[in-house]
């Protein structure tokens, strides 16, 4: 049975109806069928400036790159006087490592909160795409 709004107008209707069609065709939670049979690669992080170890060019298909992030609480140095901050790091870095991956890449993060942190963290992806709302 196709969907609609009590009071709706023909193109609310037929948007609804299209995003209807679009949503019991996909996949559960919009993830791509055959995810799981894609290479998977573990990419070891490294702290900024330097970029981790990765092909420029892509070879072969879409890939699984797995990235551990682990959450560090430490204290930094923020100017040249020695002032200092508690911060919420990633790896021990502020910015945190950088990811690299090409077009039609999976990525999948884990990211560890140590028991030993005084706060619990998370991460927010903004401009993220892709399955599960890409976050």
């Known amino acids: 049975m196709r969907p609609s709004i009590p ?14 069609a679009v949503l019991s065709t996909a996949s559960p939670l ?4 055959g995810v799981d ?5 573990v990419q070891k992080t490294v702290a900024p400036p330097f970029v981790p170890e990765h092909g420029q060019l892509v070879t072969g298909g879409s890939k699984v790159v797995q990235v551990r992030l682990v959450i560090e609480e430490k ?10 901050v508690w911060a919420m790091t990633f790896g021990g870095t502020i910015p ?3 990811i690299v991956v090409h077009q039609d890449d999976y990525v999948e993060v884990t990211l560890v909160n140590p028991s030993a942190n005084s706060m619990i963290h ?8 892709g399955a599960l709302g890409g976050a």
């Open 75 to 84: 204290k930094i140095e923020i100017d040249d006087e020695g002032t200092e």
């Open 7 to 20: 009071g709706g107008g023909l193109r609310r209707n037929t948007l609804v109806a299209f995003a209807w």
């Open 122 to 129: 998370n991460i927010d992806f903004h401009a993220a795409t």
């Open 30 to 33: 919009g993830i791509t069928a």
């Open 37 to 41: 049979d894609l290479p998977r690669v």
């Open 96 to 98: 945190g490592p950088l």
